[in-house]
């Protein structure tokens, strides 16, 4: 699937709306389906997959790997497993990762271990600029080698290990990087331990918990991952719910928006993901959770939002593990509510798909939005609700959905002329994003 590059521009403010929504899929957990089903035992199903450009590049690469994936009907899927170390590449072959940093650091983990594996590695413009110094050197204590020596960014060449024995591991605030040391441990001699201190997304183990020989975890006051390699992986089957970081922008909209309420249907409501909405509330945001389910060790549920006065957002950097991809929707919010919003410990946003710190102050100055950062703290000074018809913001290309979505939003809700330059990135992980727009009422127009 190959999506045209086109730009967005919008003019007008978005009315009130009362209504129910379904968004799409859980991307993390879509890609994870497709991974762990590769590498699994018989034939595993994955239902309500996410079929977006990031979840279409994890198909095509596990293509190329020697995966069969059939496609039943739309969202439905087969994956026919080859078992742990069975994937297999032709020698001289390349690997695209597209624009999916959850891809390129989890199939990383996997190949690291599996024999015979050499293959160049690639990702699109803005992934081949992210830094994957953590990851590599992680990797090469598998026994993993990486070529050139001392590259750490995509285009690169990946050597498996030919004898992978399993390490100690004390986890960061990164679950990309635990998740792509628990794949790597999988294949491994002996066992591979994690040690986490700081929550993190956990959608890998959860994915994996039917597999008592593999994987025993212990809550105490750290969380320890104990991975015993060499064995075999459960086929799973699996219903996909939808996306709580792609339902944030919505819930957002609504909670500024003046007399607008909205339902949100089916949404993954892990505890490892709902950190937004837990901050909001605190903040006085009329956000309840209805419906509340576990399905696959996943918990879901319906999302209501009403909308309301909010207080200025005060964030420690607990939240930064449990909200990592809101934080930019964050900035809005804030700048939209009267006084200083904080937020604290997030540093790393500096090396998402672009500096998300650095973009949303320019696209918030454009508004007259002032912003101060200093030692991984942000602070915005927000302005309230404002009308600014007689504004103009200009998005450039960074190759970000995220930053695409949120300036959206932004104009949606101030009515300030906005110009979002390639706005298919949002396809990566939304594609239906504008069409629910449509629905609640906005008015945008597309420029090839």
């Known amino acids: 699937m190959i999506v045209k590059r086109f730009h967005l521009t919008v003019k007008d403010k978005i009315s009130s709306f009362n209504k129910t929504i379904k968004v799409d899929s859980d991307k993390s957990i879509s890609i994870r389906s497709f991974l762990i089903g590769a590498i699994s035992q018989n034939v595993s199903i994955a239902n309500n997959v996410l079929e977006s450009e990031d979840v279409l590049s994890t198909i095509n690469c596990l293509k190329k790997l020697g995966v069969v994936i059939k496609k039943m009907k739309p969202q439905s899927y087969l994956i026919y497993g080859k078992g742990l170390g069975s994937l297999s590449i032709k020698k001289g072959s390349k690997l695209n990762f597209g624009n999916s940093g959850t891809l390129a650091r989890l199939l990383i983990g996997i190949l690291s271990t599996t024999p015979n594996i050499a293959v160049k590695l690639s990702g699109d413009h803005s992934l081949n600029k992210r830094n994957m110094r953590s990851l590599i050197n992680l990797m ?5 080698f990486f070529i050139p020596k001392n590259k750490f960014n995509f285009p690169i060449k990946l050597i498996s290990s030919q004898m992978p024995i399993g390490i100690n591991y004390e986890a960061g605030v990164s679950a990309q990087l635990k998740s792509a040391v628990i794949f790597a441990g999988l294949n491994s001699y002996g066992n591979t331990s994690i040690n986490e201190s700081k929550k993190s997304r956990d959608h890998t183990e959860n994915m994996l918990l039917n597999n008592s020989q593999v994987i025993k975890i212990k809550n105490k006051r750290k969380k320890l991952i104990n991975i015993f390699g060499k064995k075999f992986l459960n086929p799973i089957k699996i219903e996909v719910p939808n996306d709580p970081s792609s339902a944030a922008f919505f819930a957002a909209l609504t909670l500024l928006n003046k007399n607008s309420s909205l339902k949100i249907k089916n949404v993954g409501l892990n505890s490892t993901r709902v950190g937004f909405y837990q901050l909001l509330k605190k903040q006085g945001a009329k956000i309840k959770f209805s419906n509340v389910k576990k399905k696959n060790n996943e918990m879901r ?13 005060n964030a420690s950097s607990f939240y930064y593990t449990i909200m990592t991809d809101e934080y930019p929707i964050l900035f ?10 904080t937020f604290k410990g997030i540093n790393d946003l500096a090396n998402k798909e672009s500096n998300r710190i650095t973009e949303m102050q320019k696209i918030l100055g454009q508004i007259n939005v002032k912003s101060k950062f200093s030692k991984g703290e942000l602070k915005i000074f927000g302005l309230g609700m404002i009308d600014a018809k007689k504004k103009l913001i200009k998005v450039p290309n960074r190759g970000d959905h995220r930053l695409c979505m949120s300036s959206f939003i932004l104009a949606l809700l101030t009515g300030a002329k906005t110009r979002i330059s390639n706005f298919e990135t949002v ?17 945008f127009e597309i420029q090839k």
């Open 301 to 313: 549920g319906d999302i209501l939002v009403k909308s309301c006065n909010l207080k200025p957002i």
């Open 332 to 341: 809005v919010i804030a700048a939209l509510t009267k006084g200083v919003s």
């Open 427 to 443: 396809f990566t992980s939304s594609p239906s994003f504008l069409k629910i727009c449509k629905v609640l009422g906005a008015k």
């Open 140 to 144: 090469e204590k598998f026994g993993a």
